[in-house]
């Protein structure tokens, strides 16, 4: 009797494919789905977010409309660095001390449900005034270097006619000296005259780098706009790198407009 060759026996069924029944490839596209959200979920909490900016207040650093990453590692963690500012523990854990010249994102004062971004400019102890118009820190005039014309456009489209210079603002704990634009758009005004402010201890003291266009601590009232000295555990990052960045000058189903309203050269900038 012949033997049979390995071609006549049947195919063998664990040779044979498949097709995935509906309901697994269901559970397949619902594990990834929850694979993905877990991993944004833990880079957003943990490691980077993206931010918008809304408004003219760090110009010239900022524009209206440059998107950032900030990194929440930089500072430690507190509540509001979690989604929806979970009540789970008070204060900071692996607290990082912020310095001078830091370009911030922390929570507003009066509504910790709103995101600020303003430049660290007084840390616990520091004495801030402005006279005329010119940055004092702890009593020395904070040097601003090559005054320029400069023109900005604000959120709501509106021209303002300035002066940018750099501010060369002293370094923190053994850092050197932070150079960053500033624009003045005048020199008088509450804004431009203030008191002598002392950081109390677990605050900071924020500005703006549109000097003449910014709520910040230099408005210590009861206003709703007011923002005070800031606690620490308001912060929840450190601006680090635009991303993308769009002037969005015309309506947006004005779709034609759109390849020239990208900044193309604002893409991956530092900020500093």
């Not at 918008?52 to 500072?75: A, E, H, N, R």
């Not at 010119?134 to 005054?147: A, E, R």
């Not at 549109?210 to 007011?226: C, E, V």
Request: aromatic share 12%.
């Amino acid at each position: 009797m012949q033997d049979m060759t390995k071609s006549d026996y049947p195919p063998s069924e664990a040779g044979v494919d498949r097709p995935a029944s509906p309901g697994r490839v269901f559970l397949d596209y619902v594990r990834t789905i929850i694979t993905v959200a877990l991993a944004v979920t833990l880079v957003r909490t943990f490691l980077f977010e993206s931010f918008v900016i809304p408004s003219g207040s760090m110009i010239p650093t900022l524009q209206v409309g440059d998107y950032l990453w900030v990194s929440k590692y930089s500072y430690g963690y507190s509540k509001y660095s979690l989604p929806f500012s979970p009540n789970l523990f008070e204060g900071r854990i692996w607290a990082g001390t912020p310095h001078r010249g830091d370009v911030a994102v922390f929570r507003f004062t009066k509504d910790t449900s709103v995101d600020y971004i303003k430049r660290i400019i007084g840390l616990p102890g520091d004495h801030i005034r402005v006279t005329a118009g010119h940055l004092y820190l702890n009593d020395q005039p904070v040097p601003c270097l090559n005054p320029h014309p400069y023109t900005a456009i604000d959120e709501s489209q509106v021209s303002m006619e300035g002066e940018a210079c750099e501010e060369q603002l002293p370094g923190s704990a053994g850092r050197g000296v932070v150079a960053h634009q500033v624009l003045k758009l005048m020199d008088d005004g509450a804004q431009n005259n203030t008191p002598d402010y002392v950081v109390p201890p677990g605050y900071f003291f924020a500005m703006g780098d549109n000097r003449d266009d910014s709520a910040d601590s230099r408005f210590m009232g009861d206003g709703p706009k007011d923002l005070g000295f800031v606690p620490m555990e308001n912060l929840v990052g450190q601006a680090q790198r635009v991303f993308f960045s769009v002037d969005s000058a015309h309506p947006l189903w004005q779709f034609w407009y759109w390849p020239v309203e990208i900044r193309w050269g604002r893409i991956l900038r530092s900020v500093a």
